[in-house]
């Protein structure tokens, strides 16, 4: 990879700045001027230890209350971040900061659970999944100083849009 350029990858909860060679950042053709969209995307597996439905807790059944009284706008609930990671200082690579998602994945339930959206009538339910796939989004920026105005513009683009609430995770 050319020297200074660096790989943006964001999920709904962050963005995070890492090294590492194109091909291992599934982005065809080298890196992308900054300023470009140039958003790609990469699927990782997890697999956690149980799943099951359940019915809402006090706290889900108040925020989906919320978010049906303010559909389509219900992406003002989305929270975001952007986070640099590092390890041991220095900064992490794709395919190490994918595996720690992955773990996180893993290791939270609450990052596993999706709705389950009964008719007009009924109450809707969680799911949560003991496998799956989490989709997570990169762009490329020029070097360290473009990546935190890429990784902004990420998060912007990430927490402007709205969650299918039973076929997404609560994660991007």
Excluded at 30 to 46: K, L, M, N, Q, W
Excluded at 132 to 161: F, I, N, Y
Aim: some cysteine.
């Amino acid at each position: 990879m050319p020297e200074g350029t660096v790989t943006v990858a964001g999920l709904r909860a962050g963005s995070v700045p890492a090294d590492t060679e194109p091909e291992k950042a599934g982005t065809p053709g080298g890196p992308v001027p900054s300023g470009a969209c140039s958003d790609t995307h990469r699927e990782i597996a997890f697999h956690g230890e149980r799943s099951g439905r359940a019915p809402l807790t006090w706290g889900q059944r108040a925020i989906w209350h919320a978010i049906r009284r303010t559909a389509p706008n219900d992406h003002y609930f989305n929270i975001g971040r952007v986070l640099p990671l590092a390890d041991r200082g220095r900064p992490v690579t794709v395919p190490e900061a994918l595996g720690a998602l992955a773990r996180l994945t893993e290791r939270h339930e609450s990052l596993r659970t999706r709705l389950l959206l009964p008719p007009l009538d009924g109450e809707p339910a969680q799911s949560l999944a003991d496998a799956g796939t989490l989709s997570v989004t990169m762009t490329r920026a020029a070097g360290l100083p473009e990546a935190a105005a890429e990784a902004e513009a990420l998060l912007g683009r990430l927490s402007a849009t709205r969650f299918d609430y039973a076929a997404e995770w609560p994660v991007r």
